[in-house]
Each structure stands twice: as C-alpha cells, then as structure tokens.
C-alpha cells in the first residue's frame, strides 16, 4: 500500500490542523494505522493509532483530548485523517502516516509493528 500525507503547515500556538494520509489499494481496512511524529534532533515517537473498523483509538499522553485520529473506510476515500487542536510549540515535528498488517490485536503501538509509511507533513508551530 502507499500512503501520501498532506495538510500540514505553519499556524499558530493554540490553532488547529487537520492532516490526512490518502492511501491506495482496495485493502486499507484491513490496516490499522498510525501517526508518528520527528522533532528535529530527536527521535520518531508515536502519536496515535486506530483500529481496522475505527471503533478503537490510542494516544499518546501529551495530545490526548487535543488530538483525534479517524478514518474513512467508505466510498474509496481510503484515508485516515489527525485533527490537532490546541497546537502547542512542542508538536512542531514532521508527521508521518503508517499501516500495519498487524495480525494479533486491534491496535498497532510500536513503530516496528508498522509495514508501510508516508512520506511525512510538516507541522510547525509558532509561539
């Protein structure tokens, strides 16, 4: 599968972005899927994740309430879709969206448990 990630872009502390990730083939519901992020100098780290069905979403603890992942499964939209609120300086990072073929549980965590990724969207945020 191949994921191409847009909306990301410069806004101001406290704005909102929406970013989404288009992917291609018949099968995207058969993927959980992710968004991680990567600040300059430092590591890649995991945002959020949904199910295969979208009924079941993880965040991590710094965008929880601010972050909502969701996904269009319906009328080959075959995308998943990150609306940030409350953007603080410290999401500024390039964002990339993942699919798993995870085979044992709903929910894919970990950066290793993820098959395919996007290119990446910045997101900057300004003070």
């Known amino acids: 599968v191949q994921l191409q990630a847009s909306g990301g872009g410069l806004v101001q502390a406290g704005g909102s972005l929406r970013l989404s990730c288009a992917a291609s083939g018949r099968t995207f519901s058969t993927y959980p899927m992710g968004w991680f992020r990567q600040a300059p100098g430092k590591e890649r780290e995991f945002v959020a994740a949904i199910s295969r069905s979208g009924e079941s979403t993880y965040y991590r603890h710094s965008v929880e309430g601010r972050f909502t992942i969701s996904r269009d499964n319906a009328n080959a939209k075959n995308t998943v879709y990150l609306q940030m609120n409350s953007l603080k300086p410290e999401d500024t990072a390039v964002y990339y969206c993942?699919?798993?073929?995870?085979?044992?549980?709903?929910?894919?965590?970990?950066?290793?448990?993820?098959?395919?990724w996007g290119q990446g969207t910045h997101v900057t945020v300004s003070s």
């Open positions: 993942a699919a798993s073929k995870l085979r044992i549980g709903v929910l894919a965590i970990g950066d290793y448990e993820y098959d395919y």
